[in-house]
């Protein structure tokens, strides 16, 4: 067959057009793999906005709408738990309203038996690999869900009244596991904790944000259960978390503010972990407290939150949640904007003064 120079030369230039066009042409934008910090001078707005139980696993939809029609302003992230008691499943019917909402479903990973037992995902049966099989289920899921994840294992690990805190798994004895200088509560709690992320990073669950979360204060009190000691290490935490609560409860007669117990973690986080961005995981105040009110506190709260007092914190969420701790009705704690109109005017006014500097709907493009 005879070939045409000029038609091979016109063919060769057309390519070339149509490879440069292809170069110029913007790049399609990529959903985003994982919430990351937000802009310098910037704060994420999330909430745990309350169930019916008490288990924090039974969210709705309306909770959260609830809420952000209250507050006048609406959420980067939304916590609830996934307790393993009722499933070892990855929460997806959950996670979707929320992801579904605009928002990044918060997932409290709370490996832990019925009435807040040990059950069968103890710290010592997570390192020997015992429940590898349905982590890496868990991951799976949580890789196939495809958007953004913020996941936390051993919620306040060094408070007593979780099943995964030091007190439970050797609490200060040296020498019966790994390292023998350090105490062997927490060390077992930091390698269960490794283990996880290590377990479902191997699965390819990329899009998990990983939250390492303590109490403000520790319980006990004790050298041995210092919050540094459970500390698993930069490579397996992106973010930090902290409780802060006022009185939780009508008659309680213990009022610290949020400064003093924010003050006095936030040192000890600056030297632990310098690089890692912080976040105040809960914090909140009940109503009917004679020593504070809980719009008061909130306010103080909030106005060193939004004025940046502690620079490496980077977002928050109330724990907007009520339960009864007796037969008195008088006893009974409520935190919810709901029910108390002066704290929804607090949030109301403290959010609307922030304008841009607060980011809700990250999902939202």
Request: charged share 30%; glycine share 8%.
């Amino acid at each position: 067959m005879r070939v045409d120079a000029g038609m091979i030369a016109k063919t060769i230039l057309l390519a070339a057009c149509l490879w440069a066009g292809a170069c110029r042409a913007p790049a399609r934008e990529m959903p985003m793999k994982r919430i990351a910090a937000p802009p310098a001078g910037k704060l994420y707005h999330g909430v745990y906005p309350g169930g019916k139980t008490g288990e924090e696993d039974d969210i709705t939809p309306a909770d959260i709408s609830s809420y952000e029609r209250t507050v006048g302003r609406r959420v980067a992230w939304v916590y609830f738990s996934n307790n393993w008691y009722r499933s070892p499943e990855f929460p997806w019917k959950t996670a979707e309203f929320i992801r579904a909402a605009g928002a990044v479903p918060f997932i409290r990973l709370m490996l832990r038996g019925e009435d807040n037992s040990q059950g069968k995902y103890t710290v010592e049966r997570i390192i020997s690999g015992e429940c590898d099989a349905l982590l890496r289920r868990w991951a799976r899921r949580a890789r196939e869900f495809g958007t953004p994840l913020i996941v936390e294992y051993g919620t306040e690990c060094n408070g007593q009244w979780f099943p995964w805190n030091g007190k439970h798994h050797g609490a200060g004895r040296l020498g019966g596991y790994g390292d023998p200088s350090k105490p062997d509560g927490p060390e077992r709690f930091a390698a269960a904790y490794r283990r996880i992320v290590t377990v479902m990073k191997k699965e390819g669950a990329d899009n998990i944000t990983w939250v390492f979360h303590v109490d403000s204060r520790d319980d006990p009190e004790e050298a041995w259960n210092r919050l540094e000691n459970y500390y698993p290490g930069d490579e397996f935490v992106d973010w930090i978390g902290v409780s802060a609560y006022g009185p939780q409860e009508p008659d309680s007669d213990d009022a610290p503010s949020f400064r003093e117990l924010m003050d006095a973690c936030y040192r000890r986080l600056d030297a632990l972990a310098p690089d890692k961005p912080v976040i105040v995981a809960e914090f909140g105040c009940t109503k009917g407290n004679a020593l504070v009110s809980e719009d008061q506190w909130a306010a103080a709260a909030l106005d060193d939150i939004l004025g940046h007092r502690w620079p490496r914190v980077i977002g928050f969420s109330w724990w907007n949640e009520r339960w009864e701790n007796d037969d008195d009705p008088a006893h009974n704690t409520d935190m919810r904007v709901q029910g108390s109109p002066a704290l929804a005017e607090v949030f109301r006014t403290r959010l609307a003064q922030a304008g841009d500097e607060i980011v809700e709907r990250p999902l939202v493009k």
